[in-house]
């Protein structure tokens, strides 16, 4: 027998996970100053990601009640990282905080 809230809170879950997964490869991207210059297809794809990841956490972690564990790093990530080039930017000590969080 499948419970369906148990499957509802996997789906939010993995689609939470993926979105994470995304900004986790630009904000990689990002800090690697080697790699070549950020596109704008690029920023458009990030500020993308970071938007649904905005939108959704508040309501996952609500409805996981997990927002006073998570809510706090991830709103801190989501602020600083506000464009690839400004994470590029960022300065060492923000981002360890940024991969910390």
Do not use: C
Request: aromatic share 4%; charged share 30%.
């Amino acid at each position: 027998m499948i419970d369906p809230i148990l499957e509802n809170e996997l789906r939010l879950l993995t689609l939470q996970v993926e979105s994470w997964k995304k900004l986790h490869d630009f904000l990689t991207y990002a800090l690697d100053k080697e790699k070549p210059i950020i596109s704008v297809e690029q920023e458009r794809q990030f500020t993308e990601i970071r938007s649904i990841l905005l939108q959704e956490s508040e309501h996952v972690f609500g409805e996981l009640n997990l927002a006073e564990e998570l809510s706090g790093k991830t709103m801190n990530v989501l602020q600083r990282a506000t464009s690839i080039r400004g994470v590029r930017a960022l300065p060492g000590e923000e981002t360890r905080r940024i991969e910390l969080d």
